[in-house]
């Protein structure tokens, strides 16, 4: 299973950006994704989670700005990054460690490969 992270860019302060992210193999329903972003120099930080009932949680950072979803058949999640500030600058990966095609599971630790936010000033 791989992960497709896409949507990211460059985009002046107060800005907004969608990242979305999906499975390569067709079909594949997300179970859970968690949304990570790492600056230069930096630790790869949570940023927010969702989960099949659709809950979400998120890092205080992003509270009240960033918005995680999914589409109707869950094999599509986004990111809808609004009021984006510099600080906000980073490659955002997307990560997974349950997927399913019917009743066949898909556990583990995938990874997308990273899509950069660039916020100007």
């Known amino acids: 299973v791989q992960l497709q992270a896409s949507g990211g860019g460059l985009v002046q302060s107060g800005g907004s950006l969608r990242l979305s992210c999906t499975a390569s193999?067709?079909?594949?329903?997300?179970?859970?994704m968690r949304w990570y972003r790492q600056a230069p120099g930096e630790q790869r930080d949570f940023v927010a989670s969702?989960?099949?009932?659709?809950?979400?949680t998120y890092a205080d950072s992003v509270k009240g700005r960033f918005t995680v979803s999914t589409d109707t058949k869950k094999t599509t999640v986004y990111l809808q990054m609004n009021s984006l500030e510099p600080g906000d600058t980073a490659i955002y990966y997307c990560?997974?460690?349950?997927?399913?095609?019917?009743?066949?599971?898909?556990?583990?630790?995938?990874w997308g490969q990273g899509t950069q936010v660039t916020v100007s000033s």
């Open positions: 990560n997974s460690d349950r997927l399913y095609l019917g009743s066949a599971w898909y556990r583990g630790d995938y």
């Open positions: 193999e067709s079909g594949l329903t997300i179970a859970s």
């Open positions: 969702i989960i099949s009932d659709g809950s979400t």
